[in-house]
């Protein structure tokens, strides 16, 4: 697995590679429903979702733009979440 740092925060690169490809290109640039679901897809890779998984699901939300459905869901989505 592999990390990035920022502002002295260790996140999940793949899940913020995963929200960039979504956010970047054609489109308009925020993330909708089923990326929300890919997102949490990936983020259960394992047998759970690690701290630093819900840390850099978090910093999505608080750094991506999304669509006001998927913001819902995501909300729900994290809530939810008990992490291993």
Known sequence: MAYVTI???????????????HTTGRGEG???KDEVEAL?????DGPGITETELKTLKYIRA???????SAKLFDTKVAEVKTV
């Open 7 to 21: 502002d002295g925060e260790k996140y999940e690169k793949e899940l913020l590679d995963l929200a960039k490809e």
């Open 30 to 32: 925020k993330l909708s």
């Open 40 to 44: 949490f897809t990936s983020a259960h």
């Open 63 to 69: 750094n991506f733009e999304f669509t006001e459905a």
